[in-house]
């Protein structure tokens, strides 16, 4: 499978995130492609399926916030495309466990057959755990140990595995907008937190402009996931690129299960104002994350 | 559930080796114990799961193994019980995947029913991922660079899950002796090395050092999983703590299935000769790595 340079941002993003986007996209995706082993080299199987789930396309979205707050904070760091690469290997891992069979049991991620359905159910196992082991493999070579230290807490069970944990839990309960951000702090504000800092970590930021850069990205991450409840609630399988129906079919929780859909559309909007204020004395060049943020709620995939 | 200090060296290992074993075997257990989240602290079930695979006993030989090679090269650093309990984590988060339906679908391991049995199949899923984080993150704390580099290579799919792959793709195919060891040097030689290798590095041995490290770990390895394999077709499963047919249940590639059980055990002392043999110009102490190899195929369960 060769890589999906999908149109990434789309026409909704305006013209200045696009053109970053497309610029470092490319750049992320080939080293995601480098540092994946070949499928020429045993075990041929495992190898093939961790390219089949990474290399299926996705938005990149949080290398792209590692490479922004990289960018903004004026970093020049060589290692930031390879770390940026090892944040969506994580991510991806988590999505290969989280469709199995035994947790949320989808059949279709990012326009593909998952992992389980297009090799077989140990693969997918075998092939997340690989995943994330690769990943920790690119930060010990090429992270400051900060960076290891708050990638490998936000995604352990007081970030994102306590979120799928609650998640699954949570199945057929009644939603309450408390316990579905609860959920969404940890299942995807965890790592999106820590790509952030990851990259202006990695540009050797101070304490003032990491805390910005959290205080950024804790709205953005909630904003992204309340879109992403949405989205399954009004488009199509084919332009979401996995069943719309999953989380209804799970009685999984979800913020316009808690408030409703205008509702919830209307907390992504706030959200994504307050991401913005974060940056309001930002030393730093806040241009492209605000962009970003934009793009969080003005996305239609 | 509380640690179980099994009599671990048993009745089998010279008194020399015992007294080392109890002496470290305490200090990693209270560390483990330390290490992994409280099942008061949410995700109550994911921790408590976490808790009940590793705690549940295991002969901790990878964790010993780190201890011994540090002690024989005289290292006095404090890191040394926390690094070594994070590879025991990652023994545990790989014996946890092993298990599951989709795998080798083992119902008890280490006298206890397996997590995917005491919880469920999503839980077991997640315990594991989160025991894998976990160690990294205790890596990412305690141990150098070079150690969380060779032990992310070793866990990854050049190592054990390269060789839990080759396993699971060499069910019931004919056993033969390179076939078997070829998955052997990965499944288990792999993170055998790195915990060996592990201990002497965190001591800051020598490149010299950690070579002949090395050239004692591998054989051992070899001979560990050997000695497992005959062990299970020898010994009854209460004395195993696990179910003794699951290599013929599953028609796996075993060493004694490719030469026979007395040639395995033949295969296994020679390996163990040549453990202690690459120890003859160790500069070091090697009293307790020459006993803990012999220990390894003196071993009944």
Known sequence: ????????????????????????????????????????????????????????????????????????????????????AALELLHTYSLIHDDLPCMDDDNQRRGQPTVHIAYDEATAVLAGDALHALAFEILAHRAPRQVMEIVAHAIGTAGMLGGQMADLEAEGTDPNEAAVVAIHERKTGALFIASAKTGAILAGSNAAVIADIEAYARPLGLAFQIVDDVLELTVDAAQLGKPADSDSRHRKITYPGAVGIEAARERAHELIEEAKAALKDFQGEPAILRALADFVVARNR
């Open 1 to 84: 499978m060769t890589i999906t340079h999908r149109p990434s941002a789309g026409t909704e993003a305006p013209p200045i995130l696009r053109e970053f986007w497309n610029l470092h996209l490319r750049r992320i995706n080939d080293e995601i492609d480098r540092l994946l082993p070949s499928v020429d080299t045993a075990p041929s199987r495992l190898h093939s399926a961790m390219r089949h789930a990474v290399l299926a396309g996705g938005k990149r979205l949080r290398p792209i916030l590692a490479v922004a707050t990289h960018d903004a904070v004026g970093g020049k760091h060589d290692s930031i495309y390879a770390v940026a």
